[in-house]
Structures are given as structure tokens and as C-alpha cells.
């Protein structure tokens, strides 16, 4: 049991400047895409901010998640995702259907955790290209390194 992957828990690489938006200028209340992870209400999403930060920065839950067509999804985030109908629509190239999962408690951890230190403490740890569950005892791991106080 030490080692399982935790459905509930996931890790998700944001760019910069959407993670910005989300814990910064808390303008940004969606994050969008185009493939589907199983999260369910008040499941907990940890953020890994991509190049060049590379750094665990902060945590939100999961309020809800929509899957739709992609005209639909934009009537729905426009005012939410912190992007433009352009950006919005590059973005769902070449698909019909694309994810939005609304969040809620967005929070930067009191301490950010960069790649090297987490490749140290989790046998040369990878970030995912996307998102991927978290396994238990990574899990663990991360919440020590992070000083966690999740409400």
C-alpha cells in the first residue's frame, strides 16, 4: 500500500503565467485541457510551474469539471481562464472537445520546492508533461517539503 497512486491527488504542469494568474492576480479560476484526468469534486490538483521556474509553487481543489465541445467551453470560461478567444482557440486545435476544471482555494504552499530538490528527494523525479497522479508516499514527501497546511 506505500506506493499506490492516489486517484485523488494530482500533479499538474501550468506555465508561468497562468500560474500567476492563479495565485497571484487570482484572475484566473479554470484551468483548461485537452486531455481528461479523473478528478472529482474536492479533489486536490498540486501545481508544478514548467520552465523556467520548475518549482511546486501551490495547491487548489477542485470544484468542478466540464468536459464540452469546444465553442461551448469557451461561453463557458471566457471570463475565467485567463486567456484570449485566440490563445483559447490555438490551444483546442485539431479537437472537438476540451476540459475545463473550475477550482476553488487556490493557495501557494509556504515554502516552493524546485526540481532539483525534488529530484533529490524523490529518486530523480520527473515532471509531468501534462499531469500525473500522485503515489502515496510522493505525496508525503512533497507535503513535508512544502510545509502543507491545506484548509
Known sequence: MRNTVMRNTVLLSIKPKYADKIFKEKTKKVELRRVFPDLDKDDLVIVYVSSPKKAVVGYFKVKKIIKDNISCLWEQVEDKAGITPEEF???????????????????????????????????????????????????????????????
Open 89 to 151: 482557440y490555438d490551444y483546442y486545435s485539431g479537437v472537438k472537445f476540451g476540459i475545463g476544471i473550475f477550482f476553488q482555494k487556490s493557495k501557494t504552499f509556504k515554502k516552493t520546492v524546485e526540481l532539483e530538490q525534488l529530484r533529490e528527494e524523490l529518486n530523480n523525479f520527473r515532471p509531468p508533461q501534462s499531469y500525473r497522479y500522485l503515489k502515496s508516499d510522493e505525496w508525503e514527501i512533497i507535503k513535508r517539503l512544502v510545509d502543507y497546511d491545506f484548509e
